[in-house]
């Protein structure tokens, strides 16, 4: 068959090529539109294409099914492209001539029969050829075949990853210089081979593995492992949308599957990157709710720039502040509760040092969590006691609006003891911590009257400090210029001393007693018996 070349078509500005138009236009309805009206003889025509799918190596593809009389070889390696070219060629059959778009179509029906380098392959090409954002038949053809031999446990316990043991290679050099190779296992066998992905097609793949049920941790194993290997050759506006798109995708996860550390070392980054005001809410809520699992150095980041003090206060307040409201809205086990008031503990040690430290912002962290959070105060009281150390010149109402978180009945009576001796602290203070640590006693020595025969009994020792405590206690108030309280303390405490004193006597006479019982006595009782508590040493 003779061809006379009498068209020029401009693809892409990549190549000029001379066609036979009616040869075109036997198989393509647009250019059977474009030239259904011109007259036979009509030459010196050019068509410019701006936009075909695949540039010059797609339009050579159509060209050669045209004049092959509607017969081209098909694979996994080119159907997609073929497919978007016939689409916009209009290559739909008429009944008369062959159809590109229905040998494409028939070719994507045994998908399933496709390797996993070839699935790869076609999802490249998907990539590189149709929008992520845009319905496509055939992306969600080829993705729905991706996840589900991910999902089979059949193939995860038989392949590898492509790049071992197939002809795929990725273009992009992030998987020869970031591989978890050691760590794959049969739920991660995928990981790498997936890293190719563009982050809207990775949007895409994580939502629908999301609607299938997929695990949610290894999800969130994934999205970590793709952040860093995008990050390693993008710049700096790639990186914040990278960023922002997986804490989107954190959001729509099982906080469970999410972890801390992790959470963390995405924040360092996003920290760096000026990404959108509400995707850093949504990643310091995701903290928050997992702030149970935190340790110190976790929350030591420095604080921003132009602030004076040293660690960034807003922050933790801001994650203790989620981590409450993440309990509102579900049972907050009371577990949960002391782990991060202990941690909130350790963080105000090691901020109540900073001289810069504001007292209103010090005073938010001591009043950040209620008194049901914490089972003794002595941690808190030891960073105020840093704090009020450092700052020396703080007003008594400062001093007071700081203190005033301090529940009396839940420091120790060592605690107790250096407060109320602490000049540091306001005089109120002062003295209620005395007048608690005077109830500690009375209500141990009241106990004490109540003691059966084997309850045991205070040791000598023991006995001796309390003695010297009460002694410190009282000439304390009399230095506070309380001489009535401290009279009454005097013989209130002469009272408390006789009966330490009988005390003592009593616990001789038991050790005396406890001596002379046989041992064959003990030993008869058998496995049943009840050991005696050792009374006084």
């Not at 019982?517 to 496995?527: E, F, K, M, Q, V």
């Amino acid at each position: 068959m003779q061809v006379f070349c009498d068209l020029q078509v401009d693809v892409n500005g990549e190549e000029v090529f001379m066609v036979d138009k009616r040869t075109l236009a036997s198989f393509s309805g647009r250019f059977s539109k474009l030239f259904g009206n011109l007259k036979e003889d009509s030459r010196n025509l050019k068509v410019v294409f701006h936009d075909f799918p695949g540039g010059a190596e797609g339009f050579e593809l159509v060209a050669r099914f045209c004049y092959n009389e509607g017969r081209t070889e098909i694979t996994p390696a080119n159907v997609v492209l073929l497919n978007c070219a016939a689409r916009f060629m209009e290559m739909e059959s008429d009944g008369l001539r062959p159809s590109l778009l229905n040998q494409t179509k028939k070719s994507l029906d045994g998908i399933s029969f496709w390797s996993w380098s070839e699935l790869l392959v076609a999802l490249k090409e998907c990539q590189d050829l149709l929008s992520a954002s845009s319905s496509s038949i055939i992306l969600d053809k080829v993705l729905d075949c991706v996840l589900g031999r991910i999902a089979s446990p059949i193939v995860a316990s038989s392949y590898t990853s492509s790049s071992e043991n197939s002809s795929f290679k990725c273009s992009s050099d992030t998987r020869s210089s970031y591989s978890w190779r050691n760590n794959f296992s049969q739920v991660s066998w995928w990981f790498e081979d997936l890293l190719f992905l563009n982050i809207d097609i990775i949007d895409r793949v994580i939502k629908m593995m999301i609607r299938q049920r997929f695990d949610h941790p290894t999800i969130s194993k994934f999205l970590f492992c793709y952040q860093r290997s995008r990050f390693l050759n993008a710049s700096p506006t790639q990186k914040c949308k990278v960023t922002e798109v997986i804490i989107k995708l954190f959001s729509l996860l099982d906080r469970s599957s999410l972890s801390c550390k992790l959470l963390f070392d995405i924040f360092r980054v996003a920290s760096s990157l000026k990404i959108s005001k509400y995707c850093k809410s949504i990643l310091e809520n995701l903290i928050g709710s997992q702030l149970d699992q935190a340790t110190i150095d976790f929350l030591l980041l420095p604080s921003p720039q132009r602030k004076g003090y040293m660690y960034d206060v807003n922050l933790v307040l801001r994650l203790v502040k989620a981590f409450c409201n993440e309990g509102r809205s579900c049972c907050l086990s009371p577990v949960r509760l002391r782990k991060v008031a202990s941690l909130v503990d350790s963080y105000l040690v090691e901020v109540a040092a900073d001289f810069h430290l504001n007292p209103s912002k010090f005073g938010a962290l001591v009043m950040l969590l209620p008194d049901s959070a914490r089972e003794s105060h002595d941690r808190l009281f030891q960073a105020i006691d840093i704090y009020l150390e450092v700052h020396g010149g703080l007003h008594e109402a400062e001093k007071m609006g700081i203190c005033c978180a301090l529940n009396y009945a839940k420091l120790s009576t060592d605690a107790l003891r250096h407060l109320a001796r602490n000049s540091k602290f306001p005089s109120r203070i002062a003295i209620q911590a005395f007048i608690n640590q005077q109830s500690k006693l009375e209500n141990l020595l009241e106990g004490q009257k109540h003691l059966d025969t084997f309850s045991g009994s205070l040791s000598a020792e023991e006995s001796i400090n309390e003695k010297e405590n009460s002694d410190q206690m009282l000439l304390y108030a009399k230095r506070l210029n309380l001489p009535r309280k401290a009279e009454q303390l005097d013989v209130q405490l002469q009272g408390m001393q006789c009966r330490v004193t009988e005390l003592e006597k009593f616990c001789g006479i038991m050790q005396t007693q406890i001596g002379n019982i046989p041992r064959t006595r003990l030993s008869s009782l058998g496995n049943n018996a009840r050991f005696l508590p050792k009374l006084c040493s």
